[in-house]
């Protein structure tokens, strides 16, 4: 059983940063792989970003390519995204998820494949 927790959400100017964190509970972490999801409302959830289980993997959605950057540090159960150059577009909630069956190719960007989920935070992006 895994719980997680997103954090750092807000309300940030166009152009602007944020760094969102989701600290995991359990032992582990790291035979997890981790990804970042955000829902806009009346849209579905979509894919932004993945971390194979020791981070030596990652991979991101075409729109946020060169301006988000996934981490992670397994000693504190904690996989991290940041957020530069931030757009109005990326008003959303952002969820942190943790894939047990790990970085299959392809497959992590399918939100039905994770099997825990946060609660969400919220961003938004004003002009």
């Known amino acids: 059983q895994v719980q997680l927790v997103e954090s750092g959400g807000g309300l940030v100017q166009t152009g602007g940063s944020l760094r969102l964190s989701c600290a995991a509970t359990?032992?582990?972490?790291?035979?997890?792989?981790m990804g970042w999801f955000r829902q806009a409302p009346g849209k579905e959830r979509e894919f932004v970003a993945a971390?194979?289980?020791?981070?030596?993997?990652?991979d991101y959605a075409d729109s946020v390519k060169g301006r988000f950057t996934i981490s992670r540090d397994n000693a504190k159960n904690t996989v991290y995204l940041q957020m530069d150059s931030l757009m109005p577009e990326d008003t959303a909630v952002y969820y942190c998820?943790?894939?047990?069956?790990?970085?299959?190719?392809?497959?992590?960007?399918?939100?039905?494949?994770?099997?825990?989920w946060g609660q969400g935070t919220q961003v938004t992006v004003s002009s």
């Open positions: 359990g032992r582990t972490f790291s035979s997890y792989a």
């Open positions: 971390i194979s289980r020791s981070g030596g993997n990652t």
């Open positions: 998820a943790a894939r047990g069956r790990g970085y299959t190719n392809s497959l992590y960007v399918i939100p039905n494949t994770y099997d825990y």
